[in-house]
């Protein structure tokens, strides 16, 4: 037997038996099985590894930034600084427990995958059937199928007895698939494949004999699983920023306490103190608070998302959103409503529109923009009965759940449209008793359904493909009555089905036929009276067309991808914006197949729909985009939609019924699968991003105003302005407050105006960093001074040094306002509606007050109280670079407009 797997559903039944060498009355033999299950190994994914708990515990530490603060743990523990390094290890802790527990979720899919499996199944061996454990199937194995159980590995059906299988599980597809047992075409895609069955799907009617061809990894969700656990974790642009910020900051903490320890032992500072100063500005440069800051803000982006039915699976997605520049999302259910709807009915002549979307029965039947009473009119109203009784959806209402449907969502649809005017199903069925049906069939393309007539006889209900229906049909039902269908009348139903089709809708034919009585020996589907086309579709949901406008506005590419033709695909896309008339961006995934690798990233790169794609295709087009340089979020919910949920830059799984793996894979759930969800995401990203970024810029504006105040009195020769201690106080303690409050900003206005940040630029560019010196230096000049003029009101002594710290820590205070915004802070429209900077400023000044006035920490610190004469020196000082920061804002625009401005 060939270890290559041949197209399984492209063989008849006959060739499959053959392949794996197995009678298909008997089944395999005892000895046969063992060898087999040595050769193939158990039916199970235990193979399947992805790191370890240890593994990715360690790969916590392996970071720049994670590094520095364990060093600086380490020179506390030697400086003897037990309440500094038990500080920094608690950050610490806390950020690594955070990463360790949402980036284990890879090995959870796979766990995921393996609940899926059936524990037992029941199989034909040497001529018996007997029940063994899923771990024993082997390829070639006869395993019968009945309804209600779960598939235990990958089958060819044999034999087969009205089998439908529920493949929503795999494929993400709601709909039953009705099995076959005849070969397919080698090309047909997983979801079309009918004569197979698949590990993980569900038998929802009817029974079979199916052979084994693959188990474990060799199977579907096996193939899938080894995707998911080989596709490495991709760092995200937070931490990818944090990550070069860190490479960065070594050089700025080892040259600045340098620096310091050099000028100062050049003062005549006593070495001692002086290296202790030096190890003190390291670890004060080092924003201790960062990691806990960034865990609160992004902890608080989550907690407004599923305010928003969004669940964050891992934290730094959230942040990572607000760089996407392309969200690929599912057509059916996401960027529509996932209902079908009836809009149209076409009938001899005319054209019947139909409002309404959802389940709800509520709507107008509208000729020329003018209401109709469906009543008045016999054609339209025989239409409405014959798509609620050749049916068998049901459609009910409870105070829970509202108007719902069950059933295939076509014939749901119908019977909408049919409520709508008051034609019940239940009414209808009293009225004509339903006594027999030929279900819909792949080969036939029609359903049939036989009712008793209320005058008497038989009445036969008829819907299914154009083509088909026309071709059945002898008669035509016109409002005048009934007359023979013309090959006219055939060229006009076949020109206004192409017209709805152009529309984006899904056509069936309507007909009906009299029977005097039901005989065997009659044609049943022939001799039929046309009745009328009807055209439904999946409405779009009410809020995407403005998602998609804001997405296209903020510079994202938002892509369609469905299983629909172009054609169907294109009028959908129009209707939602994504495309304008003319406007080509769209193809089909077998356009894609013989392009070189450069020009399918070029191609997919100007496309906005793609069409005829399945979801296997989706971890393709994530890989290409992202070879691209985009951020990519990818859409989903199926188990086979896993692996490029996983790939992408930002998996987002559709819908709380998303299978498992799915929701395993992703990196969150969007659980009332909305688009317009997703753009409220990006937005709330972005605005996280900005958030982390502005508390970036106050903690380094803080730490480099400590290093370059002492810098500047040990140069100025008036001694050190703070002790080690305080600065630690200050960095450790008092600053935390404001970061965090800066981290908790609800977002500027238009946030969503702007493109997408580009991924590789560092989360603090050169521009920021000049201006978080500039505003360093001010703050320190200003202690300086402060510093000079208390020693010269009470010399050189602890009144000096605490006048210096209150000064620095009220100005780093009052440059919390400063950094809320890089615009002026007083400008019309300035929203004050951050609770948390006032409760901030009040914790930090709280601190502060008792750093001065309470007796323990004044002699923790060597702080003295403060009297009336200080705070005015105080208050002066630390209010000055705050003034200075928001005229520069006010004054540098209108400096560049007018150095732009080309001369006259």
Known sequence: MARIRPPWHSLTADEVSRQLQVDPTVGLSAWQAKARLRRFGPNSFGQIKGPTDWELLVAQFKNIVMVLLLIATGISLLTGDVFDAVAIFTAILLSASIGFFTESRAERALEALRRLASPTARVLRAGNEEEIPTSELVPGDLAVLNAGGRVPADMRILEEDDLTVDEAALTGESERVDKQIGPLPVDTPLADRANMAYLGTTVAGGHALAVVVATGQATELGRIGRLIAEIPHEKTPLERGVEGFGRRLIWIVVGASALVTVVGLGRRVPLWLMLETGVSLAIAAVPESLPTVTTVALAWGLQRLVRRNVVVRRLAAVETLGSTTAVCADKTGTLTEGVMTVTAYALDGETIRVTGTGYRPEGQFLR????????????????????????????????????????????????????????????????????????????????????????????????????????????????????????????????????????????????????????????????????????????????????????????????????????????????????????????????????????????????????????????????????????????????????????AHI??????????????????????????????????????????RRAFRFLLTASFSAILAILAAIVAGIGLPMLPLQILWLNLIVHVFPAIALALEPGETGIMKHPPRDPREPILPWPLLASIVWRSLLIALATTIAFYSAQRLHGDGPQAVTIALATLGFAIMLHMFNAR????????????????????????????????????????????????????????????????????????????????????
């Open 821 to 904: 915004s890089e615009r002026f802070l007083f400008r019309p429209g300035q929203r004050w509606n951050n609770t948390y900077v006032w409760l901030a400023f009040g914790a930090a000044l709280g601190l502060q007050l008792l750093a001065f006035y309470a007796p323990p920490l004044q002699y923790v610190l060597r702080t003295v109280p403060l009297a009336m004469e200080d705070w005015v020196i105080i208050l002066v000082w630390s209010a000055i670079p705050a003034i200075l920061v928001e005229l520069s804002k006010l004054l540098w625009p209108r400096v560049k407009r007018g150095r732009d401005r080309p001369p006259n």
């Open 651 to 692: 998996g987002i799984a559709l819908g709380a019924g998303a299978a498992d793996v799915a929701k395993e894979a992703a990196d969150m759930v969007i659980t009332d699968n909305d688009f317009a969800t997703i753009v409220v995401a990006i937005e709330q990203g972005r605005t996280i991003y900005a958030n982390i």
């Open 368 to 647: 020329d923009s003018s209401p109709v009473d469906p009543h008045d009119r016999p054609q339209l109203r025989l239409a409405l009965v014959v798509g609620a009784l050749c049916n068998n959806a049901a459609l009910e209402v409870n105070a829970e759940a509202g108007w719902h449907g069950h059933g295939d969502p076509v014939e749901v649809a119908l019977l909408v449209a049919a409520a709508k005017a008051g034609l019940r199903k239940p009414d209808l069925v009293g009225e004509y008793p339903r006594l027999g049906e030929i279900s819909f069939a792949e080969k036939r393309k029609q359903m049939t359904t036989f009712h008793r007539a209320p005058a008497g006889g038989v009445l036969s209900f008829v819907k299914g493909a154009p083509e088909v229906v026309v071709a059945a049909s002898s008669g035509f039902f016109t409002p005048e009555g009934e007359r023979p269908l013309s090959d006219e009348d055939r060229s006009l139903i076949e020109a206004r089905n192409q017209q709805m089709a152009d529309e984006g809708l899904r056509v069936l034919a309507l007909a009906y036929r009299r029977h005097a009585r039901l005989a065997a020996d009659q044609p049943l589907e022939g001799g039929l009276s046309f009745v009328g086309l009807v055209g439904m579709t999946d409405p779009p949901r009410p809020n995407v067309v403005d998602a998609i406008r804001r997405c296209k506005e903020a510079g994202i590419r938002p892509v369609m991808i469905t299983g629909d033709q172009r054609r169907t695909a294109v009028a959908v896309a129009r209707e939602l914006g994504l495309l304008e008339d003319g406007d080509r961006r769209a193809l089909e995934m077998s356009e894609l197949a013989g392009l070189a690798g450069s020009r399918t990233r070029e191609v997919l790169s100007q496309i906005s729909v793609i069409a005829r794609a399945t979801p296997e295709d989706k971890l393709q087009i994530v890989r290409v985009l992202q070879e691209g340089g985009g951020v990519i979020a990818m859409t989903g919910d199926g188990i086979n939609d896993a692996p490029a949920l996983k790939a």
